[in-house]
């Protein structure tokens, strides 16, 4: 299974970006995907996930800015971050649930068996 997300890049406090994570190797459709993301000096975060039917999870912080979306015939899950913060800067990760057909999405890292590389977002002020 490979996952690869990209879309990170420079912007300016208040502006969006939007992440894509590409993932091959497995039925795509039957897993939950999340997005999580570590600054550095600090651990992992849960961001927001997705189930295979379409249900989302977000974290406080991110409610009400950012969208978790999957496009199933693409194979590719989406993270749409509006109105961003420069505390927000950090390295996003993908990642695929560890299991098959799960209901609701979770926010733990260790429900999640494959990650991508990251992306690097930056989030000047």
């Known amino acids: 299974v490979q996952l690869q997300a990209f879309g990170g890049g420079l912007v300016q406090a208040g502006g969006s970006l939007r992440l894509s994570c590409a993932a091959s190797g497995r039925t795509f459709s039957a897993y939950g995907m999340g997005w999580f993301r570590q600054a550095p000096g600090k651990e992992r975060e849960f961001v927001a996930a997705?189930?295979?039917?379409?249900?989302?999870l977000y974290a406080d912080p991110v409610k009400g800015r950012f969208t978790i979306s999957r496009d199933n015939s693409k194979n590719t899950v989406y993270l749409q971050m509006n109105s961003l913060k420069s505390e927000e800067t950090a390295v996003y990760y993908c990642?695929?649930?560890?299991?098959?057909?799960?209901?609701?999405?979770?926010?733990?890292?260790?429900?999640?068996?494959?990650w991508g590389q990251g992306t690097q977002v930056t989030v000047s002020s």
């Open positions: 990642a695929s649930d560890r299991v098959k057909f799960k209901t609701p999405p979770y926010r733990q890292p260790w429900e999640y068996d494959y």
């Open positions: 997705i189930s295979w039917s379409g249900s989302t």
